[in-house]
């Protein structure tokens, strides 16, 4: 009696536990993490890990694990093996032993035949409110486990407790799954499940799979390199990887390369000694022991001395630095977050050994003008969160200004779209963006045309704005246009017959 007591006790204990972990305090997905952790650490379980439905896909993805899985990327049909088939049926599955159950794949994790003989499997569904809440409660996901072969007693137990711990995950779990749907929906969200910071638009496609991209790198502990283009967002993309890590809460340290003095960047990365250098009185630690057990990000990588290159993959392979002038190994457990703007960073510095650590996850970036889907949303980001900090109510970008944004080639990306945002909002003194507002590098007469508009030109274009504005206002009504314009019908009439302009397809929003 008492046996059961104190394993009852053990449970209940860890249910507290589990309770506070996924309080308030903390991100969604840091709670599912701190979960699965407190699941590990206080019982006999192996590999605890949340497997959720991707809508967009229809496919089982393994998302949150205690454990490292050698397959990230893998996912998991309805109904396919144990996993899919606790989904579909929506009920517990006991495996007893791993190796005698033909269904079980063993895809996510690649247990060993010894393993397999030794474990036994509880997998639970995890129901919750779906992306219809009309629907009621369904399957979200699954909850599994491996844990050392026992009597069939003691796995029914544990399915048990797996199932109310599956009940307190629900409402995370449901979050998690609204937040793919979002993503797959094209509205400008970041790519991270928690804690991402704001300003990455992801519509178009090729920026929503760079996203997907960046969250399963987060999910990992391997260094990363991203590339693109100046402007594009690589450290945005870069905060997104780490604070979608395990590292999440510990620090994210920055180096960029390019202004980094060549005699002192081995000081920098690895710290000095005591009087190892003149006018260093006291030892400095480098950045990579300052971010001992989070991340660093080194912009523009390539440019590092090859011998510092040599042995930053030293230390991140051995997790040991050597500071300037000491002679003892200094413990470094660090993850490494690479960015560079060429397509071949070899070719341009960077040393092939560093290239080979990195080019375990590479990220390339798409350049904003081969992702034009991107520049109105970006552009209607950038406009309101200049407006919020200027104090001003602005809310939205004319027609016209939208075409001289979308034919602009936007050399400089990203970076190039927001200044050019702010500077628009700081000029406009209306609630509306107007094509006079833009930079005077936007009004060219066309693309690597650099004669600027000649003054019948500029009025021309401008009477065209405010006439396709009040098209726009009025739903192609231009009796209502002019009275907005005050001016008469007959007016005009004549200028949309000079400009072109077909008032009829403003007539449906």
Known sequence: MSTVMDGLDAYLETLRLLTVELGPQHSFHAS????????ASRHAFLRPHLVIYDPETCTLRLCVAEAASQSRNVVYEPGMGITGQVFTKGRPVIVEQISENPVFQNRFFQRTP?????????SVPIMGMGLEPADGQEVLGVLSLDLPRTERRMLESVCRFLEVVAGLIGNQVSYMQREMARQSQHQP?????????????????????????????GASRSPVLLKGEPGTGKELLAELVHTGSTRCHMPLLRLNCAVLDPEMAEAELFGVQKDAMPQVAQTRKGILERASMGSVFLNGVELLPPAIQEKLVQAVCSQEIVRVGGSRN????????????????????????????????????????????????LAEFFMQKAAEEQDKVIRRISHPAVELLMHYAWTGNARELKGCMERAVSVCQE???RASHLPPSL???????????CFTDAVERFEQELLVDALQRARGNMLEASRLLSTSYRI???????LGIDPKRFSVR
């Not at 010894?114 to 509880?122: D, T």
């Not at 969200?189 to 799979?209: D, F, H, I, T």
């Open 431 to 433: 609630d509306t963006i």
């Open 492 to 498: 005009i009439n004549y200028k949309v017959k000079k």
């Open 114 to 122: 010894e393993e397999m003989r030794e474990l036994a499997f509880v």
């Open 330 to 377: 200094v413990p470094v457990d660090v993850r490494l977050l690479c960015a560079t703007q060429e397509n071949n960073p070899v070719a341009h510095g960077l040393s092939r050994e560093l290239h080979q650590l990195l080019s375990q996850q590479t990220i390339s970036v798409p350049p904003l003008r081969e992702r034009r889907e991107d520049i109105v949303p």
């Open 443 to 453: 009004q060219l007469k066309g693309d690597g045309d650099a004669d600027m508009l």
């Open 32 to 39: 599912l993490r701190g979960l699965l952790r407190i699941l």
């Open 189 to 217: 969200e970041a790519g991270s499940l928690s804690g991402q910071p704001a300003g990455v638009v992801a519509v178009s496609k090729s920026m929503r799979q760079v996203l997907a991209q960046v969250a399963q790198a």
